[in-house]
């Protein structure tokens, strides 16, 4: 008879799971990708390196579910902020929002955009930057539908200024940048939209 997990043992497991997952997180933002070893995350979690395993195979595992659950949360935040203003200032406010956050929290936001990573970790980002790529594009065929945009390919555009905004933000997150980095992202993205100005719409 195959052994069944009582429902004690499971929640037991499943808050262990979001313990080590919490440390993850937590040593991603302070060391980054390479740092951010089985035996590092088991010390950080408080637990041995075999329960570590034994919720997640391998390094490559956990940094990909740490990218799902903090990634999950960032396009939240840009999904809220693309929910008000008109057409330009909600793109305007996606872009602001997104580099606002990279740049409060440089060594995470730098582990989540460019740092070498494993192929399985790599095409975790490329479905964050699908998503957050998303999130822009229906705000630009809105406006494109509505007459407040010029005619563009809103998929083309969002793409465009997502892979804008992550090499823009490339040397800020590795500390070498200045101050007006979020000033000359949405610039570019006026600029980009057909305008230069984000209160012309309504």
């Excluded at 606002?100 to 192929?119: C, I, M, N, S, T």
């Excluded at 822009?136 to 997502?162: F, S, Y």
């Amino acid at each position: 008879m195959p052994y069944r997990r009582t429902p004690k043992t499971q929640a037991r497991l499943d808050s262990q799971r979001g313990e080590i997952l919490a440390a993850a997180v937590a040593l991603l933002a302070e060391t980054g990708y390479a740092g951010c070893s089985m035996a590092a995350v088991a010390a950080q979690a408080g637990v041995g390196t075999g329960s570590v395993y034994r919720q997640f195979p391998s390094k490559a595992d956990l940094v990909v579910e740490v990218f799902r659950e903090v990634v999950s949360r960032e396009i939240s935040a840009v999904e809220a902020a693309a929910a008000q203003g008109d057409v330009r200032e909600r793109v305007v406010a996606v872009i602001e929002t997104f580099a606002g956050r990279a740049l409060k929290a440089p060594r995470l936001a730098y582990a989540l955009l460019a740092e070498p990573v494993d192929a399985v970790v790599e095409a975790e980002r490329l479905v964050f930057r699908r998503a957050f790529r998303e999130v822009i594009a229906k705000a630009i065929a809105d406006g494109v539908t509505r007459g407040l945009l010029p005619p563009q390919d809103a998929e083309a555009t969002a793409a465009a200024l997502v892979g804008a905004g992550a090499e823009t933000l490339v040397g800020p997150l590795a500390g070498d940048g200045g101050p007006d980095t979020i000033a000359h992202l949405v610039t570019f993205t006026l600029r980009a939209l057909g305008s230069s100005d984000p209160r012309r719409s309504s």
